[in-house]
Nanobody, 121 residues
Framework: QVQLVESGGGLVQAGGSLRLSCAAS????????MAWYRQAPGKLREFVSD???????NYANSVKGRFTISRDNYKNTLYLQMNSLKPEDTAVYYC???????????????WGQGTQVTVSS
């Protein structure tokens, strides 16, 4: 079993910054793609950004140029640096990861419990 634990959320004024972290622990051989998603009240969960084990990244258009995703493969930790935050960034942010627990096992997808980000205007 694998656990993903997010941290770093909070309340910030518009224009401010936050850095989210997601620590993976448990039965981990290798983590493939890691990603951030978010869900605002009354809306569907949406993709924010992802990063492969080799460091290739993708971003939603709404966060390009403001958010930066990164990871530390030795610490099995994912990060999201969020700058120039806007009220519309308010949401619960979820970590997601494809984890292999052995060399021959296919990846299993896991979700964290989420961390709240609130941006005031």
């Amino acid at each position: 079993q694998v656990q993903l634990v997010e941290s770093g959320g909070g309340l910030v004024q518009a224009g401010g910054s936050l850095r989210l972290s997601c620590a993976a622990s448990g039965s981990i051989f290798m983590i493939n793609t890691m990603a951030w998603y978010r869900q605002a009240p009354g809306k569907l969960r949406e993709f924010v950004s992802d990063i492969t084990s080799g460091g290739s990244t993708n971003y939603a258009n709404s966060v390009k140029g403001r958010f930066t995703i990164s990871r530390d493969n030795y610490k099995n930790t994912l990060y999201l640096q969020m700058n120039s935050l806007k009220p519309e960034d308010t949401a619960v942010y979820y970590c997601n990861a494809d984890v292999r627990n052995s060399d021959y096992a296919p990846p299993i997808n896991y979700w964290g419990q989420g961390t709240q980000v609130t941006v005031s205007s």
